[in-house]
């Protein structure tokens, strides 16, 4: 296959940034988006320019790191996939792709294809967990738990936190992030002590940190590499409307 | 002679004892030391929030973006704990006789033992932290089986244990940096541990955003940092996990212990080409409900469902009846070779067999097998285009976990006084072979339960502070690291890093491999050398050092592999025996498994750094079973 690659280049955080054309030949069906890179980067280098930086680190889905916006949509055209898993088969010979990196005001780019998304990890300091030392818990099986209750704190917990929510929002809203979040601990019953204190600290800091708030586009779970549902959302306004009423 | 510093007594009561011996660190005095802890993989961020609830001032360092990347994030299957709640058996005694069985005796006894005791509040742990398990319809947890055991004692969140054990514990440590105890570095790289009067003080780092190469001092240095199967180029490992921090830490006098012990996984995702980057796992769980077989006629390339069942060779279980398709996995990965290598394989260059769930779909439906493996079936659909409700994975081996390290002590301490190693960078407790789910039981062990305590003992004896970044062998650590770095960036050869690394990869796949011999192993010994001397006057890092510079992380890290795979084919050569994932073909019984020699290698292999270009200088510490019979390990 050969491709023409339209690609985000920006040299730092305060320098301003283009897209830059690139030719991709000799990539194979087989390949993955960021192997296709790999190859475009190795020719760049050899031609004595510098590759394409992008994140990206356990090439399987699972890890949260890559974030490229292809053709405007987060992780590309494929439902429920990361950039990483995205296969070459998806794409036609000869077609011409445009890749940039996951936008919002509280993702500052770095370079290239990478942002910085310590924003997700602030949310998640603010509150986002049980308040459990180490030591001193009782047996795993002494709080038993309703089988549906585990699986929907499952479906929540499933959540890589890459970002292409707030990337797919036309608000920039993190709010599917936090809900994952606050959902995936207001479920289970050891979670649920904290969840009204919870709901309030997360999304506080959600909006501290210069995300938007849900103007129920939805654009978030087409975009989400794990399938997470906006009924998440629903809870999470559910969960904040009775710690306000508490 | 080393010492592993095992308390004596009855096994099942070592632990305690060791306990009562440690010194503690009283809470007024805690605040004000100083640790380190690099990597926040499930050993690091457990750690970290650990000793930060205990009043520590931790700094947590990271190559990610954020600490709930590390590696571990990858595993699929499970975690073991020995809970019996399936009421078949388990003990104690019994996950660690499996254990070090399964490591084909070549683990220390008091380390095994204790990861066994740990194991059951491992699993309290992550369940008050909120961790979903996979749960029955009472409510109660639900185990699975695994490679090696013939009990149920895997616990498991859907296809995704690793991820979610992960995010415990960063939620843990995220909990910390709250409470001010943990200050986070993300995308910061170790590149040399910092020794003042012998002990470990600190570390010199490169922050990756802004290329600074800066020292960070402490009064304990925790590394985390994971294994080396990176060094095979293609693996299951992420991208970035490398031997960089633990092999740095060597060429400061930390002893290097078993580097030939490394596993090949048998069921992963064959390669599909050259551009290949990395290989993807197939978790062991599949095993449970899946059978391994390739056509009995070499050549049949009718498609699978068409072969009929009398025409199926299920090796796994012809060879080992009593364990079957669990036999565990560096017998299951040379099985998987055998028959390839023998023109039975299937797929693009016969390197591939068939696992297939076609019976347990037909008995338990689609919808059952969906619920326990459907990721795993999405991420075959997205790799191969092939759709395995329909017909069977295609697997073959691949590197995947690396059970040698950095020599320690039953504290988990290397014989650098302050270094303290956890998790897969560490060789304690795998023996030469890891059985599935006990990874991420032996990281958590270690960064909840045992260094926790164990580095209590250490800082009672040394006074807070003692060292700060203005000692000179600080300076001394800072001017050699910039030295590495410039350089790397001034050769502007023509080849690529990737090429070197790939180039690496094949020589160490093809002689340091699934199967070893002298001839091989002095074949990659010669080889080494030249490549990395070509590396060093050919390669082209473009871009410079004080900006964010993938290339230049990258050269590092392959540098690093292009000495330490001299140290490993060193290690498989001299160890004269079968073991485990170690298989040296001279060394094989008449059916072709392992012959281990307990006579001259029931020892760890520790190696010390000499110098560059000088021979490393081996140390053996002695394996001692005063519980367990050796026995000829048979899965039969």
Not at chain 1, 128 to 143: C, F, K, L, Q
Not at chain 2, 351 to 370: F, H, N, P, Q, T
Not at chain 2, 615 to 631: C, D, G, R
Request: glycine fraction near 10%; proline fraction near 5%; hydrophobic fraction near 35%.
């Amino acid at each position: 296959m050969d491709l023409t690659l339209f690609v985000w280049r920006q040299k730092g955080p305060d320098e301003s940034g283009q897209l830059e054309r690139h030719e991709a030949h000799g990539i194979t069906k087989d390949m993955s988006f960021l192997e296709m890179l790999d190859v475009v980067n190795e020719d760049l280098i050899k031609k004595g320019k510098e590759p394409i930086a992008f994140d990206h680190d356990c090439r399987e889905g699972i890890c949260g790191m890559c974030s490229q916006v292809i053709n405007g949509l987060p992780h590309g055209p494929r439902e429920k996939t990361t950039v990483c898993q995205l296969h070459m088969r998806n794409f036609k010979d000869g077609a011409t792709i445009y890749i940039e990196p996951f936008r919002s005001r509280a993702f500052p780019v770095i370079k290239d294809l990478i942002v910085d998304r310590t924003a997700l990890d602030r949310i998640i300091q603010a509150g986002g967990y049980i308040s459990v030392h180490t030591g001193g818990v009782p047996d795993a099986n002494t709080i038993l738990i309703p089988k549906e209750d585990a699986d929907t704190a499952m479906d929540a917990a499933e959540c890589i936190g890459c970002g292409a929510c707030v990337a797919a929002c036309p608000n920039g809203s993190a709010m599917l992030f936090t809900a994952a979040k606050v959902s995936h601990l207001a479920t289970l019953p050891q979670g649920r002590i904290e969840a009204a204190q919870r709901v309030c600290v997360m999304t506080e800091a959600m909006l501290q940190e210069g995300f938007g708030n849900c103007g129920n586009h939805y654009e978030c779970q087409a975009a989400c590499p794990k399938g997470i549902k906006v009924k998440f959302i629903a809870k999470l306004n559910r969960e904040f409307i009775k710690a306000q009423l508490a | 002679m080393i010492d592993g510093k095992c308390p004596a007594g009855p096994l099942s009561e070592k632990w305690d004892k060791r306990k009562q011996e440690l010194r503690l660190v009283s809470p007024a005095n805690k605040r004000k030391y100083r640790i380190i802890v690099v990597g926040a993989g499930l050993a690091g961020a457990s750690a970290a929030a650990t000793l930060g609830e205990l009043g520590y001032n931790v700094d947590s360092f990271c190559f990610q973006d954020s600490p709930r990347r590390g590696h571990a994030i990858s595993a699929q299957g499970g975690i073991n704990a020995t809970r019996n709640y399936p009421n078949d058996g388990d003990s104690i005694y019994r996950l660690f006789y499996d254990t070090i069985k399964g490591g084909d005796f070549r683990s220390r006894e008091a380390n095994v033992y204790r990861l066994a005791q740990v194991s059951g509040s491992i699993i309290d742990q992550c369940v008050a932290q909120g961790i979903p398990f996979a749960r029955d319809y009472a409510g109660y947890l639900d185990n699975r089986s695994f490679g090696g055991a013939q009990v149920s004692r895997t616990f498991y969140a859907r296809g995704q244990t690793g991820q979610q054990l992960l995010l415990g514990a960063y939620s843990a440590l995220m909990r910390q940096v709250r409470a001010g105890s943990v200050k986070l570095w993300p995308r910061t790289d170790m590149l040399d541990l910092v020794i003042v009067d012998g002990e470990a003080k600190g570390i010199t780092v490169r922050d990756l955003v802004t290329g600074q190469i800066r020292c960070h001092s402490a009064d304990a240095v925790c590394l985390c940092t994971g294994g080396y199967a990176n060094l095979f180029h293609l693996s299951t490992n992420s991208m970035g996990s490398s031997v960089t921090a633990a092999y740095r830490a060597y060429k400061k006098g930390a002893f290097f212990a078993n580097p030939c012990f490394t596993q090949i996984h048998p069921t992963c995702i064959p390669v599909s080409g050259d551009h290949q980057s990395k290989l993807t796992l197939m978790s062991e769980s599949l095993r449970n409900d899946g059978r391994v077989w390739t056509p009995m006629s070499k050549g049949d390339n009718r498609p699978p469902y068409e072969i009929p069942e009398s025409e199926r060779d299920y090796f796994l279980e012809r060879r080992y009846p009593a364990y079957g398709n669990l036999a565990p996995r560096d017998v299951s990965s040379r099985a998987i070779k055998d028959v390839c290598d023998e023109g039975g394989g299937v797929g693009p260059g016969g390197r591939g067999v068939y696992l297939d769930l076609s019976d347990a779909i037909k008995k338990l439906g689609k919808e059952k097998i969906g619920e326990r493996y459907g990721n795993l079936f999405e991420m075959y659909e997205r790799i191969t285009g092939e759709n395995a409700y329909k017909q069977p994975m295609r697997v073959y081996p691949a590197p995947h976990y690396t059970m040698g390290g950095l020599w320690v002590d039953y504290d988990l301490q290397s014989n650098i006084p302050g270094l303290f190693v956890l998790g897969e960078a560490n060789f304690s407790d795998h023996g030469a072979n890891r059985l599935g789910a006990s990874s991420l039981m032996q990281t958590l062990a270690d960064g909840y339960f045992i260094v926790p305590y164990t580095i209590a003992d250490y800082l009672a004896n040394t006074a807070y502070g003692k060292v700060s970044p203005e000692h000179p062998e600080f300076a001394r650590s800072l001017q050699d690291t910039e030295g590495v770095t410039k350089r790397l960036l001034t050769i502007n050869g023509r080849r690529t890093v990737n090429d070197f690394h790939r180039e690496l990869g094949r020589i160490m796949w093809d002689n340091v491999g699934m199967a070893r011999s002298k001839e091989s192993l002095n074949k990659a010994l010669g080889i080494i050398p030249a490549l990395r001397t070509e590396f060093w006057e050919d390669v082209r890092v473009p871009g410079s050092g004080a900006e964010l510079n993938q290339e230049l992380e990258k050269a590092g890290r392959v540098a690093d592999f292009l000495e330490f795979a001299e140290l490993m084919a060193q290690d498989a050569l001299h160890r004269g025996e079968s073991c485990g994932g170690h298989f040296r073909v001279e060394h094989q019984t008449p059916d072709g498994e392992a012959k281990r020699n307990d006579l001259n290698f029931c020892y760890v292999a520790a190696w010390e750094f000499k110098g560059a270009g000088k021979e490393p200088a081996l140390h053996k510490e002695p394996l001692i079973f005063e519980n367990v019979q050796l026995s000829t390990r048979s899965y039969k």
